[in-house]
């Protein structure tokens, strides 16, 4: 089973390496990082370049795709052949995913049309110009697409994914592997549950 | 304030990658991943390849270590030059931190003496062979040190590490940046949880 997660530069490490560590870990996955162009690919951060060795060309058919999301994805938004690629590898694959701020990709080239789907929560307005319907949930499935919130959500959809692909046992056992017991030492991992300075602060963040 | 992320062969890359988004997000944070040699790093699954730009001679004077675990720590633990380089950055490094198995090199390198730490639930039994208390907790702070437990508990020592480096706020803040709010699907992340099928079969795994 073929997994191609799509890079390109400026993207959020942990939207499509978290997915990456659960979906990598099912029987028999072939992973595949892929981008416009073979080579290092650097993330938002600026301090981590990962290899690509695999072109869009180059990967016709995965069964999954992930595409995450970051600074880097505004870009995105106006390349036409990645859009062209995922409407083409959507219509064989059994599911087409997003992390984050990816969803507006998936949006862009019209395959959300008409789907309930979620994007990080500084997103969530945007992608209802896409005719989506956007949901505040961590993880939305809608036909063969699932997408999840921000950044580290990229994790619980990735495991939801794996029991669908590979049934609970399966994804309970990566799971334990991953020691995915989550204890954040906040409780300010939402925009519901944050106090309001930390969501002024986070903003600040993002728009900076 | 530099933060230095060791890498070597066959490292599990959320065990890193989950702190390096925390980390790195901090203000003024300058990450630097490190290993013995500078080129492409390859992960425990094979089809993740990190550039590493600096070697462990290159960085003499860390604030914050962070070193992860995987398949390849195993070979690590006879690796006498990154011990001693441990044992150097160490003597004034504000913080010397390690997820999952890392903490088995922090304890090869005579850092844990003495200490309470913790690692991957399946490694806890070989802590105690160095001299180290362990611990079932997720985040162990003993002096200098925060050690995590398995893989995606790197996320949660760092959140808990960038509180004690930056305060609450700003902790907060990045929290809510990388929407952590974590949701499992299933409730097996921990052996204490996980049914007896899924903790067998998570052991197989971990063994193959």
């Known amino acids: 089973m073929q997994f191609a997660i ?3 530069p400026g993207f959020t490490s942990l939207d499509v390496l978290g997915p990456y560590e659960v979906l990598g870990r099912l029987p028999d996955a072939e992973v ?3 981008a416009d162009e073979p080579g290092l690919v650097r993330n938002d951060l600026g301090s ?3 290899d690509v060795v695999a072109t869009l060309a180059d990967v016709t058919a995965p069964d999954v795709v992930v595409v995450g999301g970051g600074p880097g994805q505004l870009e995105q938004m106006s390349n036409t052949g990645l859009h062209e690629w995922l409407r083409t590898v ?3 694959s059994a599911w087409t995913t997003s992390v984050c701020t990816g ?3 998936l949006a862009a080239a019209g395959l959300l049309d008409g789907r309930r789907a979620t ?6 307005d945007q992608l209802a110009g896409f005719g989506v ?3 505040k949930q961590r993880v939305v499935i809608d036909g063969h697409y699932a997408t999840a919130a921000g950044v580290s959500a990229g994790i619980d959809m990735a495991l939801t994914l794996a029991g669908l692909i590979a049934g609970d046992d399966v994804a309970q056992a990566v799971q334990l592997v991953i020691e ?3 204890e954040p030492p906040y409780d300010a991992g939402s925009v519901d549950s944050a106090p309001a300075a930390v969501v002024e602060s986070a903003m600040s963040k993002l728009s900076g």
């Open 32 to 34: 595949v990082f892929v």
């Open 119 to 124: 994007t990080h929560w500084a997103g969530l």
């Open 6 to 8: 799509v890079l390109y």
């Open 133 to 135: 319907t956007p949901s």
């Open 180 to 182: 995915y017991a989550p």
């Open 48 to 50: 981590l370049s990962i």
């Open 90 to 92: 959507d219509r064989n």
């Open 103 to 105: 969803s507006l990709l």
